[in-house]
């Protein structure tokens, strides 16, 4: 769902109408095809935007939320009118691009029957067992003071502080075997852009795919950080490289350094001499994230601080938890090493009490900007006299896609939904019934477009981490449950299902804001309020939010009556549920609430899955505000109408990025004027066309019946594409149809028929009755992308019809109309015409014609059968010209050819005869008729017809 903050992008524009698309052609394709328009309305941007507007901006504090409850829900009901605002905004910007959906009955996530919702869908996890309060490396924004999911971060270049860390051999393992004499003092070398998280150093990590050396200093500059006679254990990919930063000028190579050495050595703590809050064991780990593409071929491990490090080192916590160890110079016996998992940064990014001497240095500022830790460990470092080397690294680099600014991963207390652990949906949980598996399963199950999809998000559920849904924030849904500390960090969760209730009807009836208002805890718990349970004040994620949307949407009878008979396939019905976004939502909305349904149902809430790409500017750039390459679709629709939108969605291949800028709206623009101008050719010449006139398919002409076998062809295209979503071939169809067989072809030629005819003429009525058919067909066609220039059209073409062409549906029975036979034969024909056209235009250049009017062309055909195909075709009006002629006798060696047409050869000749004042054909006929000497005796008939029935013309 689109978020209720700001006028909409184009990248919404883009996204709404191929939505639209989908509805209304799977409408018109026969189905009850419904778009429920809804908003996302929690969370930080709103809640940041509050901040701003209301506090930073008038220099005024923001209260203290934690502690007052009647400021907590004062703030969050100016986050509710905020929210409420912008989304009346952008409702009407969506229906201004011609978007149908129940709009006076959206969906919104701060809604209270979807706060109430998603408050039991949470509690659901809670009771399967799968919601957890845990430690954890989060990805934190300083600046915003929350933790941020993956979707929420973008990465751009950063410049960091890179340094090369010696951590000296300093222990080996009890009852081990015997460490080699050479290791003795030498060092294990790490390399890091983060100095900062050295103090929460916990372990080295190393790969056994890896070969390691150990290698001596030999010669350095006097003053060097790295020393003559150093000892280091590295990669042997990587040693040459590590000693030319070193600015060490010769080195020796002492030998191999095995893994299973590897794993039987403990380092000192860098930081030891400095503080002996560091003096522990640093133990070396095997890990498959460990590489010899860059660094040393060891990983400094902080648990606390990075993704691999924490999974690395509590998938080691037994073995650790076991092993015991020795120092190396004393013999002295070490106590096992500590596994828990330190909070060395608080929510302000500063260094606590747990990065001993570092107290207070902060990583980064409330701006964002570098601190002062980096420096201070570096110093201290060097002072130690651990760094090799130093240097800036300027790479990709997490930042917040709201504030812009860094991220950093910290260890914090948050609350998950296990991905492995065993689901218990009835108290008893199934070994392998986990969320990744069902989820897994659900994705099999699930029709992605475009295919690729599929593997895309199927690689993100394999191996992603457990899912963080707390945010330490104010507007949102709480997390609303109740807990008790056990002592071990952990906690257990109240089960208890009348509280549950009490919770979920005071949302029902007042929202979210009941959990935070005074007294809320005595209120919910009852009874039970002395036994020592506490609320839980974070909130939840937004994603878990809009993750949830399909229970208070699919499954909320009495907020959305039309919804109410779904039966989806996978329950034995008939009806399919499609979610449609740009393909950033692998990891967003399909992605959440892929896990929230398979978590809760058991499956996907979804059946169909569409993404498409972003948008970028005409040279295939990013938008940007700052570049001057945005469009602004509320722009667009002012100087050109949202049809133009329309039609440029529809056109683009939508499984890939769409680029837009004012060439390529020109071109659309073009596009349209083509299109537009045939429906009102067709419009205006059905004026006085009567339904009564109208000629059955087998008693017209052969240019009729080509021209409905035509129609018959593009209706199977224009069907199958629009089954299966490919608009595009929809649009180069319809063009193609509409420019080159009506306009350039069939409309060309009849138009001498339909202007000049008499109203009696069975070839004028048959004429007007393809035109009839052809009319209706493509303005159905055209609806759903051409939204408010077919509806338009409609209206004049049947007045007394369907107050509206999105009211019905698209033309049955075209295939009757199927003629192949005659196809042939006309391809035959139109060969010869492109041959006929290729000399007038050679006539027309050498200014010998002006119009195709005033030729006679005499037209040569060697080939018996195809000779006998065109006895029987008016060339002259096929052509048209005012006259021709047809032979078979050998032609001229100057005679017009075209290379690729074989056995047919033009001479053209000037048309003989006076010019019809009405027609403007040149014939010998014209002046024959006394009462009208200047037309021909056609046209003087149709005249008097004409005159007889009381019209001018």
């Known amino acids: 769902p689109p978020y209720a903050n700001g006028n909409i992008h184009i990248g919404h524009a883009l996204n709404k109408i191929l939505k639209d698309l989908v509805t209304k052609s799977q409408q018109m394709l026969g189905y009850d095809s419904n778009y429920v328009p809804g908003w996302d309305c929690h969370g930080l941007p709103i809640e940041w935007k509050i901040e701003e507007e209301n506090y930073r901006s008038k220099g005024k504090q923001k209260p203290n939320l934690k502690d007052d409850a009647a400021a907590m829900i004062a703030f969050r009901q100016e986050c509710r009118a905020y929210a409420t605002h912008w989304l009346g ?72 502080d890179a340094v090369w860390v010696k951590f000296p051999v300093w ?159 004393t013999n002295k016996a070490i106590p096992s090493v500590n596994t828990a998992i330190p909070y060395t940064v608080d929510e302000n990014g500063a260094l606590t009490e747990q990065a001993p001497g570092f107290t207070g240095k902060r990583v980064i500022t409330d701006k964002g900007e570098k601190g002062d830790a980096n420096e201070a460990v570096i110093k201290a470092l060097a002072d130690a006299g651990m760094i090799i080397a130093r240097s800036r690294l300027k790479h990709q680099y997490p930042h917040s896609w709201r504030s812009k600014k860094p991220v950093i991963y910290r260890n914090t207390p ?16 199934k070994s392998g019934d986990t969320l990744r598996a069902r989820a897994l399963t659900a994705i099999a199950n699930t029709q992605w477009v475009p295919q690729s999809g599929q593997n895309r998000i199927n690689g993100m559920i394999a191996n992603r981490p457990d899912w963080v849904v707390s945010r330490q924030r104010a507007w949102g849904v709480p997390i609303a449950v109740f807990i008790k500390e056990k002592g071990d960090g952990s906690v257990e969760i109240l089960q208890d299902e009348t509280t549950n209730q009490r919770i979920t009807e005071a949302f029902m009836s007042e929202g979210a804001d009941a959990w935070y208002a005074q007294g809320a805890r005595e209120r919910f718990l009852g009874s039970r309020a002395g036994e020592g349970w506490q609320k839980v004040d974070d909130i939840l994620d937004v994603w878990f939010d809009s993750g949830s949307t399909h229970a208070f949407v699919l499954e909320d009878r009495q907020n959305f ?81 949202a049809d133009i939108l329309r039609l440029w969605v529809a056109a683009s291949d939508y499984s890939d990025d769409q680029r837009i800028g004012p060439e390529i709206l020109k071109t659309m623009v073009e596009t349209y004027r083509k299109l537009r101008n045939s429906v009102r050719w067709m419009l205006g010449t059905l004026a006085h066309f009567k339904p009564g006139d109208a000629i059955e398919p087998m008693d017209m002409p052969e240019l009729e019946r080509l021209m409905l076998h035509r129609l018959s062809e593009v209706d199977a295209v224009v069907r199958k594409a629009y089954e ?4 595009k071939t929809v649009i180069a169809a319809l063009t193609s149809f509409m420019n080159t067989e009506l306009s350039a072809f069939y409309f060309d030629i009849r138009k001498d028929t339909l202007y000049c005819e008499p109203p009696s003429s069975p070839v004028r009525k048959a004429a007007l009755t393809t035109v009839d058919i052809l009319c209706d067909a493509i303005l159905k066609w055209l609806a759903p992308v051409l939204s408010f220039t077919a509806d338009e059209a409609w209206v004049q073409y049947r007045p007394q019809g369907a107050a509206s062409v999105h009211l019905l549906t698209f033309p049955e029975r ?40 005033e030729a006679a062309p005499r037209v040569y055909v060697a080939d018996p059968e195809l000779f006998a195909i065109m006895a029987g075709t008016d060339i002259a009006e096929v052509c048209i010209t005012s006259s021709a002629e047809l032979t078979n006798a050998d032609a001229p060696a100057d005679a017009f050819r075209l290379p690729d047409v074989t056995n047919v050869a033009v001479v053209v000749e000037q048309a003989q005869g006076k010019k019809c004042a009405r027609s403007w054909k040149i014939l010998p006929t014209v002046g024959d008729d006394s009462e009208y000497p200047d037309v021909s005796p056609r046209d003087a008939d149709a005249l008097r017809e004409w005159k007889a029935l009381g019209v001018s013309v």
Not at 107 to 129: C, D, H, L, V, W
Not at 587 to 602: I, N, Q, V, Y
Not at 833 to 850: P, S
């Open 814 to 853: 075209l295939g009757r109309y199927r003629d192949d036979e005659l196809a042939a034969k006309w391809d035959a024909i139109r060969e010869v015409r492109r041959v006929v056209t290729g000399a007038l235009e050679v006539e027309r250049a050498a200014k010998r014609i002006g119009s195709s009017l």
């Open 89 to 160: 905004v952008q409702r009407e910007e969506f229906k201004r691009l011609g978007i149908i959906g129940d709009w006076a009955h959206p969906y919104s996530t701060m809604a209270y029957p979807a706060e109430a919702q998603i408050a039991r869908e949470i509690m659901k996890f809670a009771a399967n067992g799968t919601l957890y309060r845990g430690s954890k490396p989060v990805m934190w924004s300083v600046v915003e003071k929350t933790a941020l999911a993956e979707a929420e971060v973008e990465y751009e270049d950063y410049t960091s």
């Open 724 to 727: 299966e979503f490919d608009y």
């Open 414 to 429: 948050q609350w998950f939904i296990a991905m492995d652990k065993p689901i218990s949906d009835d108290g008893k949980a």
């Open 171 to 329: 222990f080996v393992v009890r009852n081990g075997p015997a460490m080699r004499p050479e290791l003795l003092n030498a060092s294990v070398l790490i390399w890091t852009t983060t100095p900062w998280t050295l103090p929460a150093n916990r372990a080295i990590s190393y790969s056994s795919k890896i070969t390691y050396g150990l290698y001596k200093v030999v010669e350095a500059p006097e003053g060097n950080w790295a020393k003559v006679g150093d000892r280091y254990v590295v990669a042997d990919n990587l040693a040459a490289a590590l000693m030319q930063q070193a600015k060490v000028s010769k080195f020796e190579r002492l030998g191999d350094v095995t893994s299973d050495e590897l794993s039987g050595i403990g380092c000192r703590h860098p930081l030891a001499g400095f503080n002996e809050g560091y003096a522990r064991t640093i133990p070396l780990l095997d890990g498959d994230h460990v590489t010899d593409d860059a660094g040393t071929g060891f990983v400094h491990t902080a648990p606390g601080h990075g993704r691999e490090d924490f999974d690395i080192w509590t998938g080691n916590k037994t073995k650790l938890d076991s092993k015991e160890w020795m120092e190396i110079s």
């Open 561 to 641: 009556p039309t919804l109410g008979a779904i039966k989806r396939k996978i329950d034995g019905g008939k009806d399919t549920v499609m979610y449609l976004e740009g393909s950033d939502q692998h990891r967003g909305w399909f992605h959440s609430s892929l896990l929230e349904s398979c978590g809760t149902r058991g499956r996907a809430p979804y059946d169909v899955v569409l993404t498409h790409g972003f948008t970028l500017d005409e040279q295939g750039r990013k938008m940007s505000k700052s570049i001057g390459n945005t469009v602004e679709p509320q722009k667009v629709i002012k100087d050109s109408g």
